[in-house]
């Protein structure tokens, strides 16, 4: 059991550019999400999938998001016409659907420092 | 709307001196109450997860507790390598998501 892994793990763009994070969950795990945390404030939902279908998106994530979940492994997030105010570290978690015994465990978070 | 309330935002300890962290919740019907730790620059790690009123878990220095409205968590003796924030999240029976509701966090420092 490796772990969530993100990737990268630090990201600098410019005003205007467009990124891509990329989370690889836990094997087999079904469940997948994506965080999004600013300083001295606790993770906040941004999207979840069930296998390849996204079936929750947070009123936060603007036009400008974009994830998806090909085949239901790997997950990528898009920020397209990046801000300043999108700098934050994106975290990625998995878990897997045992209903009341539903653990999700997070990644090590990709940092976003849109200049 | 599912909220979770943590304090004190900071706390600061000398080793070997006990004290708890508080989270109320407010959700309409708990499915869980999870506590993470997350050091700096890194993802949260889980620690314990919680189910229903009077359940108690404990892991090394640390002992969570859990009420129909808050939680607490416990710290017995703590080192400094307990230094950390210390997450309070929620899910509800009605999100079928089990998506977490996450509190502010408590940042610990504990000096030797």
């Known amino acids: 059991d490796t772990g969530v892994s993100q990737d990268p793990r630090h990201k600098i763009t410019k005003r205007g550019q467009n990124v891509t994070f990329r989370c690889d969950p836990i094997?087999?795990?079904?469940?997948l999400y994506w965080y999004r945390q600013t300083l001295g404030q606790g993770p906040e939902f941004l999207t979840y999938f069930q296998n390849e279908a996204q079936l929750e998106k947070s009123r936060l994530l603007s036009d400008r998001f974009s994830a998806e979940r090909p085949k239901g492994s790997f997950s990528t997030l898009e920020i397209q016409r990046t801000e300043q105010g999108d700098s934050a570290m994106y975290l990625c978690?998995?878990?897997?659907?045992?209903?009341?015994?539903?653990?999700?465990?997070f990644g090590e978070g990709s940092w976003l420092t849109v200049v | 709307e599912d909220q979770v309330t943590q304090s004190p935002e900071a706390l600061r300890l000398q080793e070997g001196e006990s004290s708890s962290l508080n989270c109320s919740y407010t959700v309409s019907g708990l499915r869980g109450l999870f506590w993470y730790r997350q050091d700096p620059g890194k993802g949260p790690e889980f620690l314990f997860t919680?189910?229903?009123a009077g359940e108690e878990k404990e892991k090394e220095r640390l002992k969570a507790t859990l009420t129909k409205k808050e939680s607490f968590l416990h710290i017995t003796a703590p080192k400094p390598e307990d230094s950390a924030t210390y997450l309070c999240?929620?899910?509800?029976?009605?999100?079928?998501?089990?998506?977490?509701?996450f509190g502010s966090g408590t940042r610990l420092l504990v000096r030797p």
């Open positions: 094997s087999e795990h079904n469940r």
């Open positions: 999240a929620v899910t509800g029976v009605m999100d079928s998501s089990y998506k977490l509701i």
């Open positions: 978690a998995s878990s897997l659907d045992r209903g009341l015994g539903n653990t999700i465990y």
């Open positions: 919680l189910y229903s």
